[in-house]
């Protein structure tokens, strides 16, 4: 089981100038609290972790890095072959998580091999640099919770389903 997990703004941004551009912590904790479960196995690509997880790998879960650098990362696995790391995960009773970056989640849907999406849906455009890819043709929605807000920001959870294929 493959699954992304990302907040988006409502033109799909994930981020900006290597970072978030929205504080919310409610929504920090959803993704920590998803990335835990069901075997806390979390793939991020290289750029993301580098720019984004400034205090290292994520705590209490295991971490995958897709990079083309050989360099070890104390506390996280160093993957160079996205399909066949994802051949793992693909059908098994295994659940991987992926966190990004836009890249990342753009070659595992273009694959095909993405089971599950969970976005948080902020309701804002906030310029964003970086782009979630566009998912509706080959998954629909499954859940959508309750509106929230925190921090001035009006926001969503949303989980959605890869369509069966058409024969």
């Not at 400034?54 to 890095?65: A, E, S, W």
């Not at 650098?69 to 696995?77: L, S, V, W």
């Amino acid at each position: 089981m493959i699954r992304l997990i990302a907040a988006v703004d409502r033109r799909l941004g994930i981020g900006k100038r290597g970072g978030l551009p929205w504080s919310i912590p409610t929504e920090e904790q959803y993704f920590t609290d998803q990335t835990k479960s069901d075997g806390g196995n979390v793939l991020t690509g290289g750029v993301t972790f580098r720019e984004t997880y400034t205090n290292g790998p994520l705590k209490d879960r295991n971490n995958f890095i897709l990079t083309r650098d050989d360099t070890p990362i104390e506390g996280a696995k160093l993957v160079h072959d996205l399909e066949s790391f994802l051949q793992d995960f693909a059908g098994a009773d295994k659940v991987l998580w992926v966190s990004g970056g836009a890249d990342v989640f753009k070659q595992i849907i273009d694959l095909g091999m993405a089971d599950e999406l969970y976005l948080t849906h902020i309701d804002a455009d906030f310029g964003c640099d970086r782009f979630f890819p566009p998912f509706e043709e080959a998954f629909e929605l499954v859940e959508s919770g309750e509106p929230q807000e925190q921090n001035g920001f009006h926001f969503h959870y949303a989980t959605y389903k890869k369509k069966p294929a058409r024969s």
